[in-house]
């Protein structure tokens, strides 16, 4: 027996309508990305390994447990990249891009590796569209990265979004609030997962983070306690931005994020789902001032987001946004190599004048192509059989009461726009 390949575990392949939506997903950023002055940035799929360790943090799960790490035949430990920010602000100091003006804002549309345990909407290989604003931050740009990232939810359709939001103080007033976190979970060192116990002494606010920790986190210190006054004002400034902007928030003093670079405002993506008592997290981001000086340079403030797109799709698939199962308007049968090179014309025609048209050109049977007609719903199909191609005339049939009569090529397009237009 030949061998049956299959996709890597925990991967998939984007085809059909799946692609529908994620065309549409990029469609719309990529206009939203315009407007609010984003420009598009690829960076490769790999990476020195140390943009993640240093950037993300060695004692994030990303880190630890998630990366696709490997040495090249030369010897270096390179990561296929499980996220976007990290190699951002590597291009960015890689090509002093702090000499143009700044903040320079960058958007992506992109895959990314994680080795994840695969479950539903949980990927190895998946796809974020994401913001970045690099070289200057301040309260505004932060408001403005997260009403872009919500236009565009509401825009591909998605209902409910909510933004929780948090903010996590600089560097000092995080050191102070991290030995009170420290403190308090010492205390609670018994109760704590076996992986909350490593992490408490490492990195104790990623114990903040876990799923079976929850009851703990309820007793635990607010980091809101402990910022500064300028964090303060800050965060606060953010907060009168979104609701100026009318963008729905909630404040959630645990939320820290499960990666390392962060400072200030960091923020949430959730969408409740029909019948799912839990929220689905979509997207998330945060200013990372720090993350430059991690990968070398000086210190340079910084602030994005990133969206998952399998996550944004499926929700728009639940709510119906595209119609997969839009009609066509017309389809071109034909037979002959005559009726072919005529279709392909009056195709290319009605495109131009914009019917929905679709046709099944591979095909060389009628018989295939009217099932295939019938199966899509068109609502009339157009038939160039050798005898029409040679006479230059068509047949029209109306799909839904089957009547057909034959029209003269050159007055097709005016013939089909009519009823379309009566039949709407
Ligand atoms: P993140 O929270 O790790 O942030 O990922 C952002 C979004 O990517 C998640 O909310 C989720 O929708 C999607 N995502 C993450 N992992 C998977 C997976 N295994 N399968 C499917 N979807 C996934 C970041 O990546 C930061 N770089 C965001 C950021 C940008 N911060 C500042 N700028």
Known sequence: MPKKFQKPSGMHDVFGSQYEYFEKIREVVVRNAKIYGFKGIETPIIEDTEVFTRGVGQ????????????KTKGGESVSLRPEGTAPIVRAYIEHGLYTKPQPVKLFYFAPFFRYERPQAGRYR????????????????????????????????????VIVEINN?????????????????LKKETASLCSDCKKRMTKNPLRVLDCKKCIKIKAGAPQIV???????????????????????????????????????????????????????????GGGRYDGLSALLGDEQRPATGVAVGVERTASLMRENGVINEKERPQVFIAQLGD???????????????????????????????????????????????????????????????????????????????????????
Not at 59 to 70: G, L
Not at 130 to 159: H, R
Not at 168 to 184: N, P, S, T, V
Not at 232 to 237: A, I, S, T
């Open 168 to 184: 996590m103080g600089d560097e000092k007033c995080r050191e102070d609030y991290k030995k009170a976190l420290k403190k308090y």
């Open 59 to 70: 004692h994030t799960d990303i880190v630890e447990k998630e990366m696709y790490t490997f």
């Open 225 to 283: 306690d402990y910022i500064c006054k300028s964090c303060r004002d800050d965060f606060r400034l953010v907060l009168e931005f979104l609701g100026e902007l009318g963008i729905p928030y909630d404040l959630n003093p645990f939320l820290v994020r499960g990666l390392d670079y962060y400072s200030g405002t960091v923020c949430e993506f959730f969408v409740p789902r029909k019948g799912e008592e839990n929220l689905l997290a979509i997207g």
């Open 338 to 424: 005559l009726a072919k090179k005529k279709a392909l014309k009056i195709f290319e025609e009605l495109k131009k004048e914009g019917v929905l048209v679709a046709e099944s050109f591979g095909q060389d049977s009628l018989k295939g192509q009217m099932n295939r007609a019938n199966t899509l719903g068109a609502q009339i199909t157009l038939i160039i059989g050798k005898e029409e191609a040679v006479e230059d005339r068509l047949i029209l049939r109306d799909m839904d009461s089957g009547e057909q009569e034959k029209i003269r090529t050159n007055e097709i397009v005016k013939e089909v726009k009519k009823r379309i237009k009566k039949k709407k």
């Open 125 to 160: 290989q998946f796809w974020q569209f994401g913001f970045e604003a690099i070289g200057k931050g301040n309260s505004i740009v932060d408001a403005q990265i997260i009403t872009v990232t919500y236009n565009i939810l509401k825009e591909l359709g998605i209902e409910g």
